[in-house]
């Protein structure tokens, strides 16, 4: 299937036109929150390796493995003291990706958003319980293990206070372990994430997909309950690429720090940002359009798309653009020229006699307003 090409500001008005927007949500928007994701280099599993209350676990995953909480829960919530505080003992507060989120709910353009995060950052941020969808569960309520204990569930404030006085929380009534309302390898996913998929995916007109690589159920197959005709974003700090089977592969990627391809977006929303970038040459023109934003990694997304077919890549914000006359900046590309066959030669608007010389020795230059060449 032949993909459109994009632009950043068609992406922005796809954004802002829609009325029934998914957004499948994953660790990756929590981040600047001071919670940590899964497998990145200072992420949870990373973590686990280095707690000494963790060395007997034969996998740093098997400390979200019920069995393994079962017995012996104290891994686990020394984890979950990470989620649940940051490094100064507060709560952690909602990022500008979660707030972005809240956003589309209060301007009526947000269907559902389906998280695996257990951190309740979306609830928050202000995303009604109606419109979230915990396929994970979450930290907001904790209960005992004990089938036969009637206690009230805790709530994620009583939890946290456990958590400050207590290495292993316990009930108050039985004695026995308490367990956040969360879904661990072994347990059955919660019940209605099927069933609002259903409806969802005969309403949705753009799926956003944020901060997850989609390498854990439900989220490894969403995709493949949505129409592959609906448009289909990732914002992630990484290139992925889902499997054949469930997506033909994003529409759009963002990739960079969630908070500041959010930031970017709304400003283009808005009217009050531009973008300005040099087509890189990267990819074949059938694949989804590739955007670069702060916290990016270039190459690894080069060789990303290079190994799984990619399309083209432009950076946002772009480089800061000098003359190769004079060496000055050329402010807001305001009179700068440059060369639209070879890309390779930028003037400011006062080098002409550069611009003259160069047009001798190579009379193919052709010379356009850089504003005209790459702007939106």
Request: glycine share 8%; hydrophobic share 35%.
């Amino acid at each position: 299937m032949v993909k459109r090409e994009w632009t950043l500001r068609e992406v922005a008005d796809l954004i802002q036109k829609s009325k029934r927007i998914v957004v499948l949500a994953g660790a990756g928007i929590s981040v600047s929150s001071g919670v940590p994701d899964f497998r990145s280099a200072n992420g949870i599993y990373k973590m686990v390796e280095d707690l000494e209350c963790c060395e007997s676990l034969p996998d740093p995953q098997c400390i979200f493995d019920i069995e393994y909480f079962l017995d012996d829960p104290k891994p686990f919530y020394e984890v979950a003291r990470k989620i649940l505080f940051s490094s100064t003992g507060a709560s952690p507060l909602p990022s500008k990706a979660h707030a972005f989120i809240a956003s589309l709910e209060r301007e009526k353009r947000l269907l559902r958003v389906y998280t695996q995060n257990i951190d309740g950052l979306e609830f928050a941020a202000g995303v009604s319980k109606n419109s979230l969808r915990y396929c994970h569960g979450s930290m907001e309520r904790a209960r005992c293990v004990s089938k036969s204990c009637k206690s009230k569930k805790l709530t994620r404030s009583q939890l946290e206070a456990a958590l400050k006085v207590e290495d292993i929380p316990s009930c108050a009534r039985c004695g026995g372990t308490i367990k956040p309302d969360i879904t661990f390898f072994g347990e059955k996913l919660v019940d209605n994430i099927g069933k609002t998929l259903t409806g969802d995916k005969q309403k949705v007109d753009l799926l956003i997909v944020m901060g997850t690589s989609l390498q854990v159920s439900p989220m490894d197959t969403i995709l493949q309950y949505f129409p592959s005709d609906v448009p289909q974003i990732l914002i992630n700090k990484t290139h992925v690429q889902p499997r054949k089977t469930v997506s033909e592969g994003f529409d759009i990627e963002l990739l960079g720090n969630a908070d500041a391809i959010v930031e970017a977006v709304e400003q283009l929303i808005s009217g009050e940002g531009t973008f300005e970038a040099k087509d890189a040459q990267l990819g074949h023109q059938f694949a989804p359009n590739i955007f670069l934003f702060e916290g990016a990694d270039e190459n690894s997304v080069r060789d990303s798309i290079n190994k799984h077919g990619g399309g083209d890549v432009y950076v946002y914000p772009p480089p800061a653009i000098t003359c190769d006359g004079c060496g000055k900046g050329i402010d807001n590309m305001e009179g700068g020229l440059m060369c639209n066959t070879c890309f390779g030669l930028d003037t400011c608007s006062l080098c002409s006699s550069f611009r003259s010389k160069h047009l001798k020795t190579y009379p193919t230059h052709k010379f356009v307003l850089i504003k005209e060449e790459v702007g939106v």
